[in-house]
């Protein structure tokens, strides 16, 4: 099960963080990530982090701009700064038990139930 906090409003240019919380079995492999979605599209592929914190993965509409870490074998952090409108939409923490990361959320196996990212212009 995954817990995701964080989510709100914000004008544009200001930060915020997200966290995500698992509960149950620790995997010997996974990734953590961060999808958005917004009314209409496709889930898009935010940023993802490998279990050890050694390789992480980020949408090239974020690079700069949001950071991912552990905040420990159970949890992430999605630090989000400069954010702009388009950055709106419902953001979904995502484990993937797999030692590769992907961008299609398809291949994600396990799903929060999305904390909802509003910038103002």
């Known amino acids: 099960q995954l817990q995701a906090y964080g989510g709100g409003l914000v004008q544009a240019g200001g930060s915020l963080r997200l966290s995500c919380v698992a509960s149950g079995r620790i995997f010997s492999h996974y990734h953590m990530g961060w999808f958005r979605q917004t009314p209409g599209k496709e889930r898009d592929f935010v940023a993802a982090i490998i279990w050890s914190g050694d390789n992480t993965y980020y949408a090239d509409s974020v690079k700069g701009r949001f950071t991912i870490s552990r905040d420990n074998a159970k949890a992430t952090v999605l630090q989000m700064n400069s954010l702009k409108p388009e950055d709106t939409g419902v953001y979904y923490c995502?484990?993937?038990?797999?030692?590769?990361?992907?961008?299609?959320?398809?291949?994600?196996?396990?799903w929060g139930q999305g904390t909802l990212v509003t910038v103002s212009s």
């Open positions: 995502s484990v993937r038990i797999n030692w590769r990361s992907s961008v299609y959320p398809s291949q994600w196996d396990y």
